[in-house]
Structure formats: structure tokens, C-alpha cells
């Protein structure tokens, strides 16, 4: 790729020239150096499709749902599921790593299982359809049993995977988080929706044990600091009942004007959400959110519901005032705006 690393004026400087020059040769030959560059075979197009980016992309589009309506992004993170759930899963429901062409290989990473795990919670949030958070749990299940640390934390290659070197763990953020970050991240969203106590307790054993390292590493480690900062909370649940954003179709996440739509139009990141109808969740839910059980609309208005640790703010129906719950416990209401 052709760049110019110093400005037309350093090299005028340089060259004693003027500067209407400089700007004229560049124009002259920008032209011919990029037709003899075109003369070279072109890179290939890497066409591979990888889990965790995969997971990533989930995440992104669920967020451009979110702040925007626009049903194309909540559309297209369905389809991303879709096919990884069809390729990228195995019989006992195990992720593979990639695939090519629709073929996909070798054992899926810590990486895969966190970042997927993480989109299916964005996904859930904003489309209000409960298998999203099943197959989010069944990932964070699976990842515990297979890539856990005895001393906190998780290995990168699972149980079974061959490592003639033994089995590495991967603690630094980079251009994508560390599957360790990402299955913080995960499972403090999912202690929330749960209630697990087993998530809290492995959330705990997990930065106790690294908190040294994490001082150390600081932005290095900047999804870790960022899991830590919601643990230490307050992270709040949130529930709302009727209205919701995503109910018939016709308004986007973002729309301002429902109670699920203010708060979905931020995906907060001191908190879950959960949409339920006016007259409360369908037993499924409430067994695997019991945050969301026993809350309902109230005289045919949409509520919602701030909780901690299943211990609830008063009721609201006023959008103003569920942003203001928001921020109890945290500086700047302004930011959860």
C-alpha cells in the first residue's frame, strides 16, 4: 500500500522548494505509481468465518440495534447466530473454530465460547427471545467445565484438546479482548440474570486471584478492569414489563418512547435487561430469570423494574426517572442519557 509518511510541507522544507511544487509532483505521479502497483496479483480474500469474531460481530450489530432501530442489524445478527449454530456446532454441542466454504474445523477456543457467549447476551437483551440467553448459558456452562483453572479463571485450549506444550492461558486484551476478559464480562451478566451464586463465586475467585497482575498490566488488561468496575457495582438488573421495544416490530430498540426503548437505546453498561409482557414472564423465564419474576405491568402501563441482587427500586413508568435509578451509585447521570 502506497503511503505518505511526511507532510508536502516538511518536504518542500527539506528540498528548498516551493510548496505549489511538491503538490504538483504528487499529482503527476500519484497517478503512475498507482497504475504499476495495479500490475501486481491482488492478495487473496482470506474467506474464513471465525467464531469469536463471529461473537464479536453478534455484540456490534446487537449495540447498532440498539442505539438506531434499524431492524437490518437485528437481522443480521440473527443470521450470524444461525449459521454458527448450523456449522459451527457439534453434535454434544461443542464450538469448532472456523470454517471454509461451510466446512468448519479444530476445536473451538476459550475465546470462541466467552466473545459468542457475550454476543448471544447482546442479542437476548435486545430482541427479548429467551434461546439467546439459553445458548448464551449452555456456552458459559460448557466453558466452565472444560476450560476452568483450579486456581480462578480459564485455560485457553479445552480439557480434551491436545497441547504437547501443555495448556496456556491467555490473560492481555489486544485489537480483541482475552477469552479470560470476555468470560468475565459474561458471566457478571450472567450472575445477574441468574442469581447463580456459583457465577459470583467464580467472578470472585477469579480477580482475587489475578488482582496483582491486573494492577500491573493496567490498560492491558482493560476488559479485566472493566469486568471489575461492574462487579464492584453497582450492576443493576432491569426488568420492564409491557411496551416493549421489540414486541410487534414497529419501533427499533432505540425508540425513545417506550420504557424498554430508553434503556435498550444505551445497552447499558451497568446493567441487564429484560423484557417481559404486561402480565409478567411465562414460566420458563422466571425459572431461569428469577430477577423477572412477579413483575408485571400496572393499570395497563408499562414498568420497569432496578434491581440489585433481586432487591428492587420503586416501579416506575416514567422514563426520566428509570435513567435516574440508573445512575444511583455512579457519577455523571448525563452519561446514562
Known sequence: MLTRRVSEKEIATENEWELEKVARLFAKHRQNLRAYR???VSPELDRKIVTSWNGLAVSAMAHGYAVSGQRKYLDAAARAVDFLERVHRT??????????????????????????????????????????????????ERARADFAHPQGGFYMSGAGTEAPLGRKMDFFDSVTPSGNSAMLQALVRAAALTGKQEYRDEIEKCLTTYAGLIEKASLEMAWWLDAAQKWNGPFYEVVVAGGTAVADGSTGAGAESSLAGTVLGTLPANAVVVQVPAEGPAADLAALVPPAAGKGASDGKAMAYVCEHGT?????????????QLAVGWQGAHEFR
Open 312 to 324: 428492587c427500586q420503586a416501579p416506575t413508568a416514567d422514563a426520566e426517572q428509570l435513567l435516574e
Open 38 to 40: 495495479a500490475r501486481r
Open 91 to 140: 453434535d454434544d454441542g461443542a464450538l469448532l473454530r472456523a470454517s471454509t466454504g461451510g466446512r468448519a474445523e479444530h476445536n473451538g477456543i476459550l475465546d470462541d465460547y466467552a466473545l459468542l457467549a457475550c454476543g448471544l447476551l447482546d442479542l437476548y437483551q435486545v430482541s427479548g427471545e429467551v434461546r439467546y440467553l439459553e445458548k448464551s448459558l449452555a456456552l458459559i
